[in-house]
């Protein structure tokens, strides 16, 4: 007992600032377990190291910042729907693309206008970009023609939208070197979407120079939504492959009990984006707490959003009809197909290039690259793992495919026409750069692939295919 009021008392007699420092250290180290302990959890929970660049990156694929095809799943990896015969069921990916796109009169489909942006632009958005369908740009989409500015236009699928906004810098910094455009302020605009393929590329340029858009340069990067999208998903419900992407579940009628699912659908989507912009702040972003939590609460909403979505699909296909499956396309052969998928994706890029000459504007066709295509890349441990997957239906129209797009290529450049190949740009890459099954690449992809660009548009003189390519070529 005397001892215990001995301590008792040399505790009273510590000095406050003692005192102090050592609740601070009582807090920091309790912070520092619970840090630990919930990055092992974390750990478990994602089946593999955790880290705070992967967080980030899969907050950045909810809120919409690098791509919207495929979405995580409830395991943090990307989820790509898997192939099956129209059995008159609606996929997961149609749900997920009509609550966040809505119909365009013109371009198939654009991004659903949120007011609030579209009233007084989020951070880094521009609020003109929004009402017009590409709320993700941070300037505005009609600028007059200065002396002192070069815009460029970026164009295609989800692919493109990864270089146009998450190589923006790249690309504004790069094109600001080349001689012929110093002393100009770049300004760089990505009119591309998920699912966009040709001829929606086409249509974008001839919608927005009618509506007085000017454009100093365009940027075409596509080429695997040709000649995949339409095999994998038109093709399979009877749709036109030359119709936008889900056009049959775009266009299909509405009961007022599916409006009210889609609605569920739609809240919990919003939930998540809100919970992921929270959570992607400082200092939020830096706990593995905080991210354990993120990871709970958003799982719980996909649970919620599987749920709604799985009410949807059991109401079965959306009415069928011309307005929703176009013309009659009759599949003779596998190769019959590709041939006519890589015959439009030419003519659209002819035709961009006619109405880009005849406006002043520089023109370049860029193939993109993706895995499936065979030797194009040293596939890394866990590329293999998490990039390629056979039962997406995707290595098929690949390989079928890709060889005949890079000889049209090669007969566009002998044309005049700046084509530039980049199939092979990770030939020599042993990092990890695709991030999904599907075609997406990470911030080194975005890098190398905007270097790569930057390139051929320095190496051309604004008229004709590059210099180099067009040697070659000869």
Same mark, same amino acid.
């Given at each position: 007992?005397?001892?215990?009021?001995?301590?008792?008392?040399?505790?009273?007699?510590?000095?406050?600032?003692?005192?102090?420092?050592?609740?601070?250290?009582?807090?920091?180290?309790?912070?520092?377990?619970?840090?630990?302990?919930?990055?092992?959890?974390?750990?478990?929970?994602?089946?593999?190291?955790?880290?705070?660049?992967?967080?980030?990156?899969?907050?950045?694929?909810?809120?919409?910042?690098?791509?919207?095809?495929?979405?995580?799943?409830?395991?943090?990896?990307?989820?790509?729907?898997?192939?099956?015969?129209?059995?008159?069921?609606?996929?997961?990916?149609?749900?997920?693309?009509?609550?966040?796109?809505?119909?365009?009169?013109? *371009?198939?489909?654009? #991004?659903? +206008?949120?007011?609030?942006?579209? /009233?007084?632009? &989020?951070?880094? !958005?521009?609020?003109? %970009?929004?009402?017009?369908?590409?709320?993700?740009?941070?300037?505005?989409?009609?600028?007059?023609?200065?002396?002192?500015?070069?815009?460029?236009?970026?164009?295609?699928?989800?692919?493109?939208?990864?270089?146009?906004?998450?190589?923006?810098?790249?690309?504004?910094?790069?094109?600001?070197?080349?001689?012929?455009?110093?002393?100009?302020?770049?300004?760089?605009?990505?009119?591309?979407?998920?699912?966009?393929?040709?001829?929606?590329?086409?249509?974008?340029?001839?919608?927005?120079?009618?509506?007085?858009?000017?454009?100093?340069?365009?940027?075409?990067?596509?080429?695997?939504?040709?000649?995949?999208?339409?095999?994998?998903?038109?093709?399979?419900?009877?749709?036109?492959?030359?119709?936008?992407?889900?056009?049959?579940?775009?266009?299909?009628? *509405?009961?007022?009990? #599916?409006? +009210?699912?889609?609605?569920?659908? /739609?809240?919990? &989507?919003?939930? !998540?984006?809100?919970? %992921?912009?929270?959570?992607?702040?400082?200092?939020?972003?830096?706990?593995?707490?905080?991210?354990?939590?993120?990871?709970?609460?958003?799982?719980?909403?996909?649970?919620?959003?599987?749920?709604?979505?799985?009410?949807?699909?059991?109401?079965?296909?959306?009415?069928?009809?011309?307005?929703?499956?176009?013309?009659?396309?009759?599949?003779?052969?596998?190769?019959?197909?590709?041939?006519?998928?890589?015959?439009?994706?030419?003519?659209?890029?002819?035709?961009?290039?006619?109405?880009?000459?005849?406006?002043?504007?520089?023109?370049?066709?860029?193939?993109?690259?993706?895995?499936?295509?065979?030797?194009?890349?040293?596939?890394?441990?866990?590329?293999?793992?998490?990039?390629?997957?056979?039962?997406?239906?995707?290595?098929?129209?690949?390989?079928?495919?890709?060889?005949?797009?890079?000889?049209?290529?090669?007969?566009?450049?002998?044309?005049?026409?700046?084509?530039?190949?980049?199939?092979?740009?990770?030939?020599?890459?042993?990092?990890?750069?695709?991030?999904?099954?599907?075609?997406?690449?990470?911030?080194?992809?975005?890098?190398?692939?905007?270097?790569?660009?930057?390139?051929?548009?320095?190496?051309?003189?604004?008229?004709?295919?590059?210099?180099?390519?067009?040697?070659?070529?000869?």
């Amino acid at each position: 007992m005397g001892r215990v009021s001995t301590m008792i008392r040399m505790a009273d007699q510590t000095p406050v600032h003692r005192r102090l420092l050592m609740v601070i250290m009582m807090v920091a180290l309790t912070g520092l377990i619970i840090e630990v302990l919930s990055f092992v959890m974390l750990s478990l929970v994602e089946r593999g190291m955790a880290s705070w660049s992967r967080q980030q990156s899969e907050r950045a694929t909810i809120i919409g910042e690098d791509y919207q095809q495929p979405e995580a799943d409830s395991d943090g990896e990307a989820r790509q729907a898997k192939p099956r015969v129209a059995d008159g069921t609606v996929e997961r990916w149609m749900l997920r693309l009509t609550q966040s796109e809505v119909i365009h009169p013109y *371009l198939g489909f654009v #991004e659903q +206008r949120r007011e609030e942006e579209a /009233a007084k632009g &989020r951070a880094g !958005r521009n609020a003109e %970009a929004g009402r017009f369908g590409f709320p993700r740009n941070t300037y505005g989409l009609f600028h007059e023609p200065q002396p002192g500015r070069l815009v460029v236009v970026v164009v295609g699928g989800s692919f493109s939208r990864q270089i146009g906004f998450g190589g923006r810098r790249l690309l504004e910094e790069g094109l600001a070197t080349i001689p012929r455009f110093q002393g100009r302020d770049v300004v760089v605009i990505a009119l591309g979407l998920g699912g966009y393929k040709q001829p929606q590329q086409l249509m974008v340029l001839n919608y927005f120079l009618a509506l007085g858009m000017h454009v100093d340069l365009l940027i075409n990067i596509d080429g695997f939504n040709e000649v995949v999208l339409p095999v994998t998903e038109n093709l399979r419900f009877g749709v036109s492959p030359f119709y936008p992407r889900a056009w049959n579940f775009r266009v299909g009628g *509405l009961d007022p009990d #599916e409006l +009210r699912i889609r609605g569920r659908v /739609a809240n919990y &989507r919003d939930l !998540r984006v809100r919970r %992921a912009e929270f959570f992607a702040r400082a200092p939020w972003r830096y706990s593995m707490t905080c991210s354990l939590i993120w990871q709970l609460l958003d799982r719980r909403a996909v649970g919620l959003t599987d749920r709604a979505e799985s009410e949807l699909r059991q109401r079965g296909e959306v009415d069928a009809g011309f307005q929703a499956m176009g013309p009659e396309f009759e599949v003779d052969s596998d190769d019959k197909t590709a041939k006519e998928l890589v015959g439009i994706w030419r003519r659209c890029s002819l035709l961009l290039n006619d109405i880009a000459r005849s406006n002043g504007i520089e023109y370049y066709h860029v193939l993109q690259p993706n895995q499936y295509v065979e030797a194009s890349k040293p596939l890394s441990a866990e590329e293999r793992q998490t990039a390629v997957d056979p039962e997406t239906g995707i290595p098929g129209p690949v390989a079928l495919s890709y060889p005949l797009l890079r000889e049209a290529g090669r007969e566009l450049r002998r044309s005049g026409l700046n084509f530039v190949d980049l199939v092979d740009v990770f030939s020599r890459v042993d990092e990890s750069v695709y991030i999904d099954n599907c075609c997406h690449v990470n911030e080194l992809g975005i890098e190398l692939v905007a270097e790569r660009i930057v390139e051929s548009i320095a190496a051309g003189d604004g008229s004709g295919s590059p210099r180099e390519e067009r040697s070659a070529a000869e």
